[in-house]
C-alpha cells in the first residue's frame, strides 16, 4: 500500500483538485490522509467524500497562536505518524496546492518493487504560479537532479516534497521541522534529512504540478 498525506488549511478549490488527482490514480492499493486545520473539516467540506474507505480526514487542533510559533504543515505530518495512522510499505507528501499525475503511485510503486534495496525516489514535477481564480501560468520545472543529500538552502524554490516517494521504514516525525523558523522551508530540510539518511534515486517520469496560490502558506517572491 501505498499512503499519501495531503495537508489542507482553508483551500477548498484547491484541495477538491488535490483530493480529485489522487482519486484518479490508475495504482488502486492506497490510502489518503488528509490533515486540515480544522477550518475545513468543522465545515463539513470533506462530507463529500465520505462513502470513499481509502480516505480518512483528521484535524490538526491547531490554533492561530499555534500557527504563529511552529511550522503547522510538517506537524500535521508527524502527527499522522504519532497517531499510527500511516500503513503500508509507500508515503507520498502533498499539499491542498498541488496535484498528481495519474500514474505517479504506479511509477513509485512499480520501482519500489523492482528496487527492493532501494529506500526514496523523486521524479521531476513542473511549477506552477496562480494568475486568475483558478487559472496559472507555468513558471519553471522542479528537477532537483541533486536532491540525495543536498543542504536544504540549495533546495529552495527547486525541489517540493511532492516529488518523493520513501519507504515507511527510513521515514520517522524526526525529519519533518516543527520550528516556525523553517515555516518556509520545511520541504527543504525534509528532503536534506532524509537525502543524508538514504539515497533519494532520480526517476525520468512526471509526478505532477506544484502550485503556488496567492494564499499558499509558503509562496516565495522568485516565484
Same mark, same amino acid.
Given at each position: 500500500?501505498?499512503? $499519501?498525506?495531503? =495537508?489542507?488549511?482553508?483551500?477548498?478549490?484547491?484541495?477538491?483538485?488535490?483530493?480529485?488527482?489522487?482519486?484518479?490514480?490508475?495504482?488502486?492499493?492506497?490510502?489518503?490522509?488528509?490533515?486540515?486545520?480544522?477550518? %475545513?473539516? #468543522?465545515? #463539513?467540506?470533506? #462530507?463529500?467524500?465520505?462513502?470513499?474507505?481509502?480516505?480518512?480526514?483528521? =484535524?490538526?487542533?491547531? =490554533?492561530?497562536?499555534?500557527?504563529?510559533?511552529?511550522?503547522?504543515?510538517?506537524?500535521?505530518? #508527524? +502527527?499522522? &505518524?504519532?497517531?499510527? %495512522?500511516?500503513?503500508?510499505?509507500?508515503?507520498? &507528501?502533498?499539499?491542498?496546492?498541488?496535484? !498528481?499525475?495519474?500514474?505517479?503511485?504506479?511509477? &513509485?510503486?512499480?520501482?519500489?518493487?523492482?528496487?527492493?534495496?532501494?529506500?526514496?525516489?523523486?521524479?521531476?514535477?513542473?511549477?506552477?504560479?496562480?494568475?486568475?481564480?483558478?487559472?496559472?501560468?507555468?513558471?519553471?520545472?522542479?528537477?532537483?537532479?541533486?536532491?540525495?543529500?543536498?543542504?536544504?538552502?540549495?533546495?529552495?524554490?527547486?525541489?517540493?516534497?511532492?516529488?518523493?516517494?520513501?519507504?515507511? +521504514?527510513?521515514?520517522?516525525? $524526526?525529519?519533518?521541522?516543527?520550528?516556525?523558523?523553517?515555516?518556509?522551508?520545511?520541504?527543504?530540510?525534509?528532503?536534506?534529512?532524509?537525502?543524508?539518511?538514504?539515497?533519494?534515486?532520480?526517476?525520468?517520469?512526471?509526478?505532477?504540478?506544484?502550485?503556488? $496560490?496567492?494564499?499558499? $502558506?509558503?509562496?516565495?517572491?522568485? !516565484?
Amino acid at each position: 500500500m501505498l499512503t $499519501t498525506i495531503l =495537508t489542507s488549511h482553508c483551500k477548498p478549490g484547491h484541495c477538491w483538485e488535490a483530493i480529485e488527482s489522487v482519486l484518479a490514480q490508475s495504482y488502486s492499493d492506497w490510502q489518503l490522509i488528509v490533515m486540515d486545520s480544522g477550518i %475545513l473539516y #468543522n465545515a #463539513n467540506y470533506f #462530507n463529500r467524500w465520505g462513502s470513499c474507505g481509502k480516505i480518512h480526514v483528521a =484535524t490538526t487542533g491547531e =490554533t492561530e497562536d499555534m500557527r504563529k510559533q511552529w511550522c503547522m504543515q510538517s506537524m500535521a505530518i #508527524n +502527527s499522522c &505518524f504519532q497517531r499510527g %495512522l500511516v500503513h503500508g510499505d509507500l508515503v507520498t &507528501f502533498l499539499s491542498d496546492d498541488d496535484l !498528481y499525475e495519474p500514474d505517479a503511485f504506479y511509477q &513509485f510503486a512499480e520501482t519500489a518493487w523492482h528496487n527492493p534495496l532501494q529506500h526514496a525516489w523523486y521524479g521531476h514535477a513542473s511549477l506552477w504560479k496562480q494568475v486568475g481564480s483558478f487559472s496559472y501560468e507555468r513558471v519553471g520545472d522542479l528537477r532537483a537532479d541533486a536532491i540525495g543529500g543536498a543542504d536544504y538552502t540549495d533546495l529552495d524554490c527547486k525541489a517540493d516534497g511532492m516529488q518523493v516517494c520513501a519507504r515507511r +521504514s527510513v521515514l520517522d516525525v $524526526t525529519l519533518w521541522p516543527v520550528d516556525i523558523e523553517f515555516a518556509g522551508h520545511a520541504d527543504g530540510v525534509f528532503l536534506s534529512m532524509l537525502g543524508k539518511r538514504c539515497p533519494i534515486h532520480p526517476l525520468d517520469f512526471h509526478v505532477g504540478s506544484h502550485r503556488h $496560490t496567492r494564499d499558499s $502558506t509558503f509562496s516565495k517572491s522568485t !516565484y
